[in-house]
């Protein structure tokens, strides 16, 4: 019989049995896999973004396969906050793990009404603030692009969050993504989640026009894990680790390795998304290989490897 580990975390009080999570936006309400895969068994789950109003999103096509990996604009597509409490949160409930709330919108008044309603809400253990999406009202730049808009989005959310953990979703189309981790951090951000998609288009060469109908969309996938892990560890070692704030890391995570590569470069919980439209079952898999990476290299606990990167050879 093999030894157990502990897979535990600990995200900003929040403890989860191990740390892995479902990213924002591809698991939907647990409503769409929970045929396929086991979301009991998960660390937590985390739902697609919430809007105070129901949106649409996108027109189709939203979606492209790339080489390795998709290109989506799906437009935070949701059903709106009343939905979202009279019908999901109801199936959130039974599955017994915490829950993060994926929040956004196209103002801080409309992040603050959904976070503050959120606040009455007992399976939602942390709202995640996805402030990647277009600021329509305030210039029609990107909330997470600018350290006085992610500044002021933070602090704006930190008064409501209460009993709801504030974790705050980062951008990876910025040139210096430590300055924004640490403006959010400032801000009272008590976990970053990183990284959202990379802003990319695809083209069609027989219509010379770009696939997606709104022309542009969010890289994800295995294309942008090394990009991904890159951030994790500027993040950590430049802003998270001295301030004692934990990181969600994702960007194409797919295996165990992927996984165990953003726990050594700084990431206290792992998110999975478009791994998941590959092999829902794939979430098992990573936290049976954590286990098995974790025995054979003698650790007892996962938290042992968190930020050990070594200097290179
Ligand atoms: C189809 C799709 C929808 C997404 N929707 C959201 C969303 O609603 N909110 C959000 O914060 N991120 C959203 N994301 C981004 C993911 O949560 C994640 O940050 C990104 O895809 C990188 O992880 P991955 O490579 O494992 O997919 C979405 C990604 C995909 C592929």
Known sequence: MSETVDLSVDVAGVSLANPLMTASGTCGYADEYADFVDLTQLGAFVTKSVTLKPRAGNEY???????????NSIGLANVGLEAFLAEKVPLLERLGVPVFVSIAGSGIADY????????????????????????????????????????????????????????????????????????AVDAGAEALSLVNTFTAMVVDTDT?????????????????????????????????????????????IQFARDAIEFLLAGATALAVGTALFVDPGCL???????????RRGGHRSLREIIGSLQAAP
Not at 284 to 294: C, N, Q, T, V
Request: charged fraction near 20%.
């Open 112 to 183: 603050v009404a959904v976070a503050g309603r959120l606040e009455g809400v007992d399976v939602v253990r942390g709202v995640e603030a996805n402030i990647s999406c277009p600021n329509v009202k305030e210039g029609g730049i990107q909330f997470g692009t600018d350290v006085r808009q992610v500044s002021r989005i933070t602090q704006a959310l930190k008064r409501v969050c209460r009993k709801n953990i504030l974790i705050v979703k980062l951008s990876p189309n910025v040139t210096d993504v430590a300055a924004i981790a640490r403006a």
């Open 61 to 71: 096509p939203r979606v492209v396969e790339t080489r390795a990996g998709m290109v």
């Open 208 to 252: 010379r026009a770009p696939v997606l109908a709104s022309g542009r969309g969010g890289l994800s996938g295995p294309a942008i894990r090394p990009i991904a892990v890159y951030m994790v560890h500027r993040v950590y070692t430049e802003v998270a680790r001295g301030a004692g704030v934990p990181i969600i890391g994702m960007g194409g």
């Open 284 to 294: 098992l898999e990573i936290r049976d290989g954590l286990a098995e990476y974790l």
